[in-house]
């Protein structure tokens, strides 16, 4: 059974009194990349949250890599996880944001180096080594002695992707990774994550740039009100959609 | 560097037709003037007056100025005033951190020291501390102890006081600054497998410095002053030493003087220094950066320029 990258069983998530996700089931395969589609406040980010366990689950089952989110079942009781053992969890899942994040205080050679000589108390030739690599292979090799500022959002952005793939994560969450970014840049961050997924990453992108979709993904959900709708390859639901709320969505984006 | 680029589409020649630069008549500010010369002449007035007043004796204020004793209690004021900074500031951010901390026992007893000390006079504390061993004659653990009249002198006493009252202020400053950070600062060193303790220490702290600096400026030039308190546990400090022989010499005015001269130019140092700290962490920032006490002075004086607008 541990043959999905990622796995839910009908995970319910809520804030409060407003129920986010509804039972949503899905898997991911190793080196597939899914695309998340729908509407604002469909449970998209929030789902994609609940898999590094920055948001918590609050029913069903959720695991990666085989392993179970958050939780560790020991017979029929599920015990929480340290703070300490979540962090060791999320480790071998990359993020990246909308809003890029990247560390203000810190050039973007140190933010791709941080993490790997914080969590993995790698070497500084080591981590500066990879870190050098990476930011020339998201095309910013020049770039790595500036601050976030200095750079523009697309730049931020590919900054953002080396810094999570310096961890050699299994598994990469992508939230909306184009949607803060000035229409002539998000090629280029599209780019990078065309080439990270032809190298066999397994990912799982939030997204509305259904060209990307169509083109780059292996499997498409639509999530409309914390449920999955419809599900499939992407040029066959983007194509042919047979639900009436992916049509009228779809109307709206294509 | 796109200045020397003319956009496409200029029409030919455009470099040689030289717009003229305006020459207007700026408008005056004749109130301005006029008021100025008011305050100048009440405070030519004023001066006047201290400086010729037959009961100001200006000769002692010159001698003592630099009195020996006068300057190991400045010495003293800027000791304390140094120390209990940087205890405050350190227990300040072990107390800011515990506020914000998940733990609820670390969380209410931070709550209970800012409580505690933020809610009670200095002066009070200061009284206490120094009269503690009232309530403890003897402090310590087990067989190792000390009685406590020996252990609290009043410099300790001093020291305490101000450096615990410090920290419940400074922690509030801290806390302020470490909400100012983006919480998707935090979110990202979480994803990427750090604890809450390194993301505190290597992510949230440095970015909180920003906003940390100014008011831990304007803490550091109050604490100047108000280590002047410490006269009461006459823990040697200047006011303390200044006031001693104001009652031996019977030169009250002219020994307060003396105090005041010294405090000036230790709060002057002091407002030079967070100037340029200030200068310096907002350095990458967007933002105009803060014009000096002269800067301001100077562009006021200008004709035709209102409020510090240098440029």
């Given at each position: ?11 319910h ?8 996700l ?10 597939d990349?899914?695309?998340l ?17 920055l ?16 939780y ?16 060791a969890?999320?480790?071998d ?8 994040n990247?560390f ?6 140190q933010?791709?180096?941080e993490?790997?000589l914080?969590v ?30 200095q750079?523009?959002?697309g730049?931020?952005q ?32 599209l ?18 740039e259904?060209?990307f979709?169509r083109?780059?993904g292996?499997?498409?959900v ?33 | ?20 630069p ?6 005056r ?13 009440l ?15 200006w ?16 010495w ?5 005033t ?7 500031i ?8 515990m ?15 800012i ?8 002066l ?7 009269n ?16 406590a009249n020996?252990?609290?002198k009043?410099?300790?006493a001093?020291?305490?006081?101000l ?40 992510i ?7 906003v ?17 308190l410490?006269?009461?546990?006459g ?11 104001a ?14 001269f ?8 002091a ?17 105009t950066l ?7 002075t ?14």
């Amino acid at each position: 059974m541990t043959t999905h990258m990622v796995k839910a069983e009908n995970v319910h998530k809520s804030f409060g009194h407003v129920d986010v996700l509804k039972g949503i089931d899905l898997q991911v395969a190793p080196k597939d990349v899914l695309c998340l589609v729908g509407p604002s406040g469909s449970g998209k980010s929030t789902f994609l949250r609940c898999i590094n366990h920055l948001e918590k689950v609050d029913a069903g089952r959720l695991y990666v890599d085989g392993q179970l989110v958050g939780y560790r079942q020991a017979g029929d009781k599920l015990h929480e996880l340290r703070q300490k053992e979540v962090a060791a969890h999320r480790r071998d899942i990359g993020m990246v944001f909308q809003r890029f994040n990247l560390f203000g205080h810190m050039t973007a050679l140190q933010n791709v180096m941080e993490a790997p000589l914080r969590v993995r108390r790698e070497s500084k030739a080591v981590a500066r080594d990879r870190a050098e690599k990476l930011l020339d292979r998201v095309g910013l090799g020049t770039k790595s002695g500036s601050y976030p500022a200095q750079l523009s959002g697309g730049q931020q952005q590919r900054v953002a992707i080396a810094r999570a793939l310096a961890m050699e994560p299994k598994l990469m969450l992508f939230d909306e990774p184009t949607s803060a970014l000035d229409p002539e840049l998000v090629g280029e961050v599209l780019d990078v994550m065309r080439d990270l997924a032809t190298s066999g990453m397994t990912m799982i992108v939030v997204t509305h740039e259904m060209g990307f979709a169509r083109e780059v993904g292996d499997a498409l959900v639509f999530m409309d009100d914390g449920m999955v709708v419809e599900a499939g390859h992407p040029r066959d639901v983007l194509a042919n959609p047979q639900h009436a709320r992916t049509k009228a969505f779809l109307s709206k984006v294509l | 560097m796109s200045s020397d680029t003319h956009p496409g589409g200029a029409p030919a020649g455009t470099a040689e037709r030289d717009s003229e630069p305006i020459k207007a008549i700026p408008v005056r500010h004749w109130g301005q003037w006029v008021s100025a010369a008011v305050v100048l002449a009440l405070a030519a007035a004023l001066v006047y007056s201290v400086a010729t007043n037959d009961n100001l004796q200006w000769s002692v204020v010159g001698d003592n100025i630099t009195e020996e004793s006068v300057l190991r209690g400045l010495w003293v004021t800027i000791r304390l005033t140094v120390l209990s900074m940087v205890l405050g500031i350190a227990l300040g951010i072990v107390v800011a951190v515990m506020r914000l901390s998940s733990n609820k026992v670390l969380g209410t007893v931070s709550w209970f020291y800012i409580w505690l000390f933020r809610g009670t006079p200095v002066l009070v504390q200061l009284l206490l501390w120094f009269n503690l061993g009232l309530f403890f004659p003897t402090i310590g653990l087990g067989s190792l102890n000390a009685d406590a009249n020996d252990l609290i002198k009043p410099f300790i006493a001093a020291l305490l006081a101000l450096a615990l009252n410090e920290a419940a202020y400074m922690a509030e400053v801290v806390r302020a600054g470490v909400l100012a950070v983006d919480p998707g600062q935090a979110e990202a060193s979480h994803a990427l497998g750090m604890t809450k303790g390194q993301t505190m220490r290597r992510i949230v702290l440095p970015q909180a410095m920003r906003v940390v600096i100014p008011p831990t400026g304007n803490e550091t030039i109050t604490m100047l002053k108000t280590t002047s308190l410490v006269l009461v546990v006459g823990a040697g400090d200047l006011l303390t030493r200044t006031s001693a022989i104001a009652a031996r010499e019977f030169t009250t005015i002219e020994m307060l003087m003396v105090a005041s001269f010294w405090y000036l130019v230790l709060t002057s140092i002091a407002s030079y220094g967070q100037y340029h700290l200030e200068r310096r962490f907002a350095r990458g920032s967007a933002g105009t950066l803060p014009h000096s006490l002269g800067q301001r002075t100077l562009a006021n004086l200008r004709p035709g320029r209102v409020h510090g607008d240098a440029r």
